[in-house]
């Protein structure tokens, strides 16, 4: 999906106006297992996923079928209480740069 993203980057971007530094994002065909985890603690990385997940859900394959949709829904909904705790942590960083923690 992240390969997708950057490839899809600057059709988001006519979307959403960010500010990211491509070059800094580590290729992810080089990331170990291990360090997918960590990942997405990247901020650009970060940013592109979240710039290209309409993109992502509506991607499909020469049949039409999904590419990423089906599989990112089913995984969410299999590990749906760590998904939780991640967002949960994700968005109390926001309500604490707005001051509302």
């Not at 992240?2 to 080089?30: G, R």
């Not at 290209?52 to 079928?65: F, H, N, P, W």
């Amino acid at each position: 999906m992240h390969s997708f993203a950057l490839k899809n980057l600057s059709e988001a971007k006519k979307y959403y106006h960010i500010t990211e530094n491509v070059a800094d994002i580590a290729d992810i065909e080089s990331v170990s297992d291990t360090a997918l985890e960590d990942y997405l603690e990247h901020v650009d990385a970060r940013r592109v996923l979240h710039i290209t997940y309409g993109l992502i859900l509506m991607a499909k394959s020469g049949d039409g079928t999904p590419l990423f949709r089906d599989r990112l829904y089913e995984t969410l909904r299999k590990y749906e209480n760590e998904y939780f705790k991640v967002l949960e942590k994700h968005i109390g960083r926001h309500l604490k740069a707005l001051g509302q923690s």
